[in-house]
């Protein structure tokens, strides 16, 4: 039998060979050395087990970028509770609905969120201790308790607690009607789909076991990350992740939004070996500014830009490595259920095509029947990965049996991703079979917009759809078909929908369609949507 691994576990062993002085977590002027690394983050998993919570409970995490995240993650690791993102993006309806789904106990929340929990904490009664984190803030006379209190009370040793393989991490993601389902991980299957301590792209075998993992990391050198998208979402989560169980630094930058220079001064000033973005809506903006400040930030240092969730463009990637000419750009086909679908390197030798993608060596191709995709044929298939999966959704079996398939035997995830299988075994990435739209990073579901459209009285109809754009990689675009009497009015119309969805659901540009050609059984054609609005934006609309 193959050896179990835990998070847990991995970080213990890895905070006894981590050099107390290196940094493990950088805010701006904030530096947390390694020593105040495992001293906060053991206090904080002492406290969270003697205020009540037990192992397996579910703690939730509605925060920005910051190193109480990073702490919360790995104090979570250490006592056994299970992890919860929670995308800070959401309104009222949608935030209840994934504490309650999700089961939380223990939430830490941004002292900007405050307000929120206000108001909302009394319909969450399984919720038994909310830890308010405010940067500076070490005392309160509220009743909530201050992170730094809980950090700061203890020795900082070891928690006693008993790890399990089996110990879950929970990515919260979004369904086809907008509403959140818990994507279920164990640890062991988690850190195996990740390479297993070594880097499959690279050709580096995994570990053996966790001795064979710390040897190696008392020789290889010390990874510095900047998890550029959140890490309330799944591709910032592994990239703080990776860095904190390799004993690695993580830095996050100290705004609310991404801001290219300062993303740039970080890489120079720290010396930042990986970073990782979600396609042109980083990468583009990182080229303009180094194109714009010739020889003002030294991004020697940078071995790999890796990118998941969006595709980013060939030009953008070459415009980079005139920056680096020895960098790694790596688009990585993957999703929260799904990791390991398939990958794209482009080096100085080595360009690559727009959504061209190596097939994963767990991967396979299969049609809605169920029958693989041989190489060559034309013939559109969904793309399925086996090996390390998770266990489904958490509370939600039909959803579970809808992605997770077993077929011929054997079990795969298939999230609806669809591919074609050029001859040399490529894939040509198609779209999203349920026509999702990937807006810098974000999954938006068209039927929750446009049912929050319907609710205008002026709006007889409305379809969206995503529209490439430079800047979002999709643009969330509706096409409206208006009640009689009624005019366009695309300003209060925005507003109006801000009622309803959360900021980045709102549509970028809207349109309006006497008939939006459904087929007679309403079924929408999503792609004749779709070349009006591309028409409409070309003509300057």
């Known amino acids: ?72 993650i790995a104090a979570a690791f250490k006592a056994s509770l299970t992890h919860v993102n929670v995308n800070y993006r959401y309104i009222e309806h949608e935030l209840i609905y994934l504490l309650d789904n999700s089961d939380a106990t223990v939430v830490m929340y941004h002292s900007e969120f405050e307000p929120f929990i206000e108001h909302i904490h009394e319909r969450l009664p399984k919720v038994k201790q909310w830890i308010e984190v405010e940067e500076g803030h070490t005392h309160s006379e509220s009743e909530d308790s201050y992170y730094e209190e809980l950090v700061g009370m203890g020795d900082g040793s070891r928690v006693d607690v008993k790890h399990s393989p089996d110990d879950l991490l929970f990515i919260y993601t979004g369904g086809t009607t907008g509403i959140p389902k818990g994507v279920m991980w164990r640890h062991d299957d988690l850190f195996q789909v990740m390479g297993g301590g070594g880097n499959p792209r690279l050709g580096i075998p995994p570990c053996v076991d966790l001795e064979e993992l710390i040897e190696r990391l008392k020789v290889r050198p010390a990874t510095v990350n900047l998890p550029l998208p959140p890490i309330m979402h799944g591709t910032g989560l592994l990239s703080a992740m990776g860095a904190m169980s390799t004993g690695g630094t ?136 086996t090996g390390f999966l998770p266990i489904g959704y958490y509370k939600d079996q039909e959803k579970t049996n809808k992605t997770f398939k077993v077929i011929d035997g054997v079990r795969y995830s298939i999230p609806g991703d669809w591919v074609q299988v050029e001859k040399d075994g490529s894939l040509t990435l198609l779209g999203r079979g349920s026509n999702c739209i990937n807006t810098a990073g974000e999954k938006v579901f068209p039927e929750e917009v446009e049912e929050a459209l319907k609710f205008h009285s002026a709006v007889a109809d409305a379809l969206v759809v995503g529209v490439a754009d430079p800047k979002w990689g999709q643009a969330i675009t509706a096409v409206v078909k208006l009640n009689p009497g009624f005019e366009l009015d695309e300003i209060e119309m925005h507003d109006f929908t801000r009622q309803h969805l959360a900021g ?11 008939d939006l050609n459904r087929a007679p059984n309403g079924k929408p054609d999503y792609q004749s949507i779709r070349e009006f609005a591309e028409t409409q934006l070309a003509r300057g609309h």
Not at 504 to 514: A, E
């Open 250 to 385: 993580c830095i996050t930058l100290a705004s609310r939004s991404f801001e290219p220079e300062l993303a740039l001064e970080n890489i120079d000033r720290h010396k930042v070996t990986a970073v990782t973005i979600v396609g042109d809506a980083f990468a583009r903006p990182i080229l303009e500014a180094l194109d714009a400040n010739p020889g003002k930030y030294d991004i020697s240092s940078v071995f790999a830009i890796s990118s998941s969730g969006v595709m980013w463009t060939r030009e953008v990637k070459a415009g980079l490595l005139t920056h680096n000419e020895n960098m790694l750009l790596v688009d990585g086909f993957s999703s929260s259920e799904a990791i390991g679908l398939g990958s794209s390197i482009m080096t100085k030798d080595e360009e690559v095509e727009v959504a061209k993608f190596t097939l994963g060596t767990r991967c396979k191709v299969f049609t809605e029947e169920g029958v693989e995709v041989r190489p060559g044929t034309n013939e559109p298939g969904m793309v399925a990965v």
């Open 504 to 514: 980045y659901k709102i549509p970028k540009h809207i349109f309006q369609k006497d």
């Open 1 to 72: 039998m193959s050896y179990q691994w835990n998070y847990g576990d991995i970080l213990n062993a890895v905070d006894e060979i981590t050099p107390g002085d290196r940094p493990a977590l950088i805010h701006g002027d904030r530096v947390i050395s390694h020593e105040a690394f495992v001293t906060r983050t053991n206090n904080l998993a002492q406290n969270l087990l003697q205020n009540g919570a037990e192992p397996g409970d579910k703690i939730a995490f509605y925060m920005r970028n910051c190193p109480e995240y990073s702490e919360g």
